[in-house]
C-alpha cells in the first residue's frame, strides 16, 4: 500500500512516494521505507504492490552491471522488468512455490519516469508485474497505489495550482500530493515521503537530485525549481 505520483515533461521527470509499509488492512506499520530508486542510475522508478516482491525487483533494477547493456528507453526498461520478473518467478519456483502460490505472490505495477533523452520524448512508464505489460504513457503525471484515479485528480489539481507561477516547484508539488493522499489515506499512506528528480542536460548528460521530507509545510527549495 502506497502513493506514487510521477511527473515528466520536457528534459525534467520525478518520482515521489511515501514512506508507509503496512499489511493489508493498514493496521500494523511495518517499517519506514525508502521505495523511489534508479534505474541505470539515471530514470526514477518505484513500485506498489506485493512488498516482497517490489524489493526483489527493485533490487534487480538497481543493480548497474545486470542492467548496463540495456538502453534508456522505453524498450529498455520494458526488457529489464521482462527479465527481473521472470528471474525472480523462476528463483521461487526453485524454492518450491507452485505457479497458484507464485500468482497470488506476484502483484504490483512499476512506475518509471523519463526524460526527453534522445529520439524519445519524455514519458512515464507503467509496467504490470503479474501480466509482464508495459505501457508507454504520453502525459505529464501519472500515478499509483491505493488509490490511484483519487490521486490521479490530487496530482492534476496540484500541478493546476502552480499554472500562474512563473516556474513550476516541483517539491511543493509533490510534497501537497502526499499530504492530501495522507488525509485521503492514513492507513496505507504516510506524511513523510522521498522525491527523486532527474534532468537532462544540453549536452545529453543525466543530472540527479533527491530528498526526504517528514513534516510539512516545505519550503520550496530552488534546486527543485524547473521552467514550464
Not at 502506497?2 to 515521489?16: D, E, L, P, Q, R
Not at 517499517?31 to 524489493?55: C, L, Q, Y
Not at 505472490?105 to 514519458?123: C, K, M, Q, R, W
Request: aromatic fraction near 10%; charge should be negative; include cysteine.
Amino acid at each position: 500500500m502506497t502513493a506514487i505520483f510521477a511527473y515528466a515533461k520536457g528534459n525534467n521527470s520525478a518520482i515521489a512516494s511515501d514512506r508507509k509499509r503496512t499489511c493489508r488492512e493498514g493496521v500494523i506499520l511495518y517499517e519506514d521505507v525508502k521505495k523511489v530508486a534508479r534505474w541505470r542510475d539515471s530514470i526514477p522508478f518505484s513500485g506498489a504492490g506485493a512488498s516482497g516482491f517490489i524489493d526483489k525487483i527493485r533490487n534487480y533494477l538497481t543493480d548497474d552491471a545486470a542492467n548496463k547493456d540495456y538502453p534508456i528507453s522505453s524498450t529498455g526498461i520494458k526488457d529489464a522488468l521482462d527479465s527481473a520478473t521472470r528471474n525472480i518467478k523462476s528463483e521461487l519456483r526453485e524454492s518450491g512455490k507452485s505457479d497458484d502460490e507464485i500468482y497470488k505472490l506476484v502483484h504490483g505495477t512499476i512506475i518509471a519516469a523519463f526524460p526527453s533523452y534522445l529520439t524519445e520524448d519524455s514519458f512515464i512508464f507503467k509496467y504490470s508485474l503479474r501480466d509482464e505489460k508495459g505501457s508507454k504513457i504520453l502525459s505529464t503525471i501519472t500515478t499509483a497505489g491505493s488509490d490511484t484515479d483519487a490521486f490521479q485528480i490530487i496530482a492534476i489539481g496540484e500541478l493546476s495550482s502552480q499554472s500562474a507561477s512563473a516556474a513550476f516547484n516541483l517539491d511543493i508539488w509533490a510534497a501537497n500530493c502526499i499530504k492530501t493522499a495522507h488525509l485521503a489515506c492514513p492507513k496505507y499512506v504516510s506524511a513523510s515521503f522521498d522525491l527523486n528528480y532527474t534532468s537532462v542536460t544540453e549536452e545529453g548528460n543525466f543530472q540527479h537530485i533527491e530528498d526526504g521530507y517528514s513534516a510539512f509545510p516545505i519550503s520550496p527549495n530552488a534546486r527543485f525549481t524547473i521552467s514550464w
